[in-house]
């Protein structure tokens, strides 16, 4: 229970860190962080239950709004503004 704790403390530090990188260079990191993102929110439901996974989803979806809502529009076939 502790370990889940500590790597999503870590997951946020990456994630600031990321953040202020120049945009060029938030791509291959971000990738990372988003991918490994949905396994983080598993452990955390598992160990403290499905509200607080929830919770977590719902800050994941706020924090990667935008690179998901380009990407869905992209895979349906939608206009993308570049």
Known sequence: MV???LFA????LASTVVAMLPMRLQFPPGVVLFISA???IVWL??????FFS???FAAFASMFRNPIRYYWRR???????E
């Open 45 to 50: 439901g598992h160990d403290f239950g499905w």
């Open 3 to 5: 370990y889940s704790v």
């Open 9 to 12: 403390g870590l997951w946020v």
């Open 75 to 81: 895979w349906t076939g939608q206009e993308v503004e």
């Open 54 to 56: 929830v919770l977590a």
């Open 38 to 40: 949905p396994a983080l």
